[in-house]
């Protein structure tokens, strides 16, 4: 874990504004993560992801995705808004994908290297490993690291709770391919939205209405993602006695 948060800070110095040397740089910065959980692999067994997502289990993983997203985004707007006020984050320039060649690179680098090997790093590595000094503990630690690696104060908060919902449902059904899934479709619908809309800026103005809809939607949403996970528990739980009866 260190070594792979002292690399990512190296290749964070590392100033350009060239679109495709910045690419390149995160494949690099991805391997040497892959190679940091090559030597820790001994911790992920095969029955860890050796199971097949089904159709079903694969619509509520998407679903679940889907609920993180609307549940909490505002909870991230507010927290970039408190960071700023802060001073602790910098307004930036938003983000723009222009063309497919730039699109199809955002994807790899952006949704399908981070949601296999940062997945294979912090629920097969670090969650596990830090199990055995207590569950709720690794969880909640496990989430702190996962949100500190993004070296970002604008991605705190909900890169947290993100860590949190990816621990609870590898916890709930023991199968990586939940959390690696999950972490994908969150980062493609970021990366999508961005090329569709020109930019991943997201207007939005705080008023009485906006926060009274935000607690409604945290609460619905905890609530979407704890009756999801539990469903999803039991569908794979079955699938799983079916498989290996």
Not at 67 to 93: H, K
Not at 199 to 216: C, E, K, Q, R
């Amino acid at each position: 874990m260190v070594v792979s948060v002292v690399v990512s800070i190296v290749f964070s110095g590392v100033e350009t504004n060239n679109f495709w040397v910045q690419s390149m740089t995160f494949i690099v910065m991805y391997l040497g993560y892959f190679l940091v959980f090559i030597a820790f692999r001994k911790t992920v067994k095969r029955h860890d992801y050796c199971f097949k997502l089904q159709p079903s289990n694969t619509l509520l993983t998407i679903l679940l995705s889907f609920t993180c997203i609307a549940g909490f985004m505002l909870v991230q707007f507010a927290a970039i808004d408190l960071f700023r006020l802060m001073g602790q984050a910098r307004a930036t320039e938003p983000f723009r994908i222009s063309g497919w060649g730039m699109f199809l690179m955002c994807v790899l680098v952006m949704a399908i290297l981070p949601a296999i090997i940062e997945e294979l790093l912090f629920r097969g590595v670090i969650l596990k490993s830090l199990s055995q000094h207590g569950t709720v503990s690794a969880v909640l630690l496990s989430s702190l690291f996962f949100a500190m690696f993004h070296l970002s104060f604008t991605q705190l908060v909900y890169q947290f709770i993100l860590g949190l919902v990816f621990a609870l449902v590898y916890l709930r059904t023991k199968n990586l391919l939940y959390p690696i899934l999950l972490h994908f479709v969150n980062n493609f619908f970021i990366v999508t939205y961005t090329f569709i809309a020109g930019s991943d800026y997201m207007p939005y103005a705080w008023n009485t209405y906006t926060i009274v809809t935000g607690i409604l939607l945290c609460i619905v949403g905890a609530a979407a993602i704890i009756g999801l996970v539990s469903v999803l528990k039991k569908e794979d739980n079955a699938r799983r006695q079916q498989t290996e009866g």
